[in-house]
């Protein structure tokens, strides 16, 4: 079976020389920008499609008659395709878990931080040649609401508690290995000074920070999505935003990507963004790239 890394870029492709071997499977590499149009031609000689964070829209991937498999780079796959209808035409989606716990925790804190202190608003200003200082919130001592306590929320819940932070967590089934509070999803939105999303998106999860949730939200908490855009409702975020009653958030993730040029969060002050970079790192690349890799190898070995 023939493989295609569909959409290498620049920052994954160091990482892709340092985990490839001379015994892996063959794989080709596409580096070049391609539009959803050419996806038919790009995939039309391959069985298995290795996908960073490119859409594969049904009625295209139908017209795909060798494709068989879709290795994509993450959990989020729900995003960028339908999985079911894929599994309909005999195309299995293959997703990676696990492979950058720590640097989306990470991630996660520092946007918490600059939503905190403005940091982001106020380094607009300076490089506009406004001297304004802001005044922030300090944490210590705040509580922070976790929704999701898998391997990214229990290590966000780690750092939090590292910082002096109060820890609520909730999660669709009971954890007791990780050391948070948990309470009530309704509970906790309306305890917490910061709320921060740590779910797979799926028909369950999809929309679940909704209009009256967002509304329970204690008045001027911070929301900080590192996880998927869809699972909450922009609309309403948008309009508590613009209300002040969120006083700020912080996100990685968008129902469509990359935001569009006119969307209302770049318009608003109190929102800090980021291209979907919490995985980002150059030690969860080679980790990701390397489980891909052997994906493809399990799939193409002999039978």
Not at 91 to 104: M, N, Q, R
Not at 170 to 197: K, M, Y
Not at 210 to 223: E, S, V
């Amino acid at each position: 079976m023939k493989t295609l890394f569909i959409d290498c870029n620049d920052q994954l492709a160091g990482a892709w020389q340092r985990v490839i071997a001379a015994d892996d499977p063959p794989i080709v590499v596409n580096r070049q920008p391609f539009e959803r149009g050419d996806l038919a031609r790009l995939l039309a000689d391959f069985d298995i499609c290795v996908d960073d964070h490119s859409y594969m829209p049904t009625e295209i991937v139908c017209t795909c008659p060798r494709l068989r498999h879709i290795v994509f780079l993450g959990t989020g796959a729900a995003s960028y395709m339908n999985v079911a209808e894929l599994a309909a035409l005999g195309i299995s989606v293959h997703t990676i878990k696990g492979y950058g716990d720590i640097a989306v925790a990470e991630h996660t804190i520092a946007l918490m931080f600059a939503c905190a202190r403005d940091v982001a608003r106020m380094d607009r200003a300076l490089r506009a040649g406004t001297w304004r200082p802001l005044e922030g919130v300090q944490l210590f001592g705040k509580t922070i609401g976790i929704v999701g306590l898998g391997g990214i929320g229990a290590e966000v819940v780690r750092l939090a508690r590292g910082i002096g932070m109060n820890v609520l967590g909730w999660n669709r089934t009971p954890r007791p290995d990780v050391a948070a509070a948990q309470v009530g999803l309704d509970e906790l939105l309306e305890r917490s000074d910061v709320v921060s999303i740590h779910l797979a998106l799926n028909d369950d999860t999809r929309g679940l920070i909704d209009r009256p949730r967002i509304a329970r939200m204690k008045p001027g908490a911070m929301l900080i999505n590192t996880a998927r855009g869809a699972l909450v409702d922009e609309g309403s975020l948008v309009d508590a935003l613009s209300r002040g009653t969120i006083r700020h958030a912080g996100l990685d993730v968008f129902h469509a990507e990359p935001l569009a040029a006119n969307h209302p969060l770049k318009s608003l002050q109190n929102v800090t963004l980021s291209a979907h970079a919490a995985f980002r790192t150059p030690e969860a690349s080679t980790t990701l790239l390397r489980r891909a890799i052997d994906i493809v190898r399990r799939l193409t070995a002999p039978a």
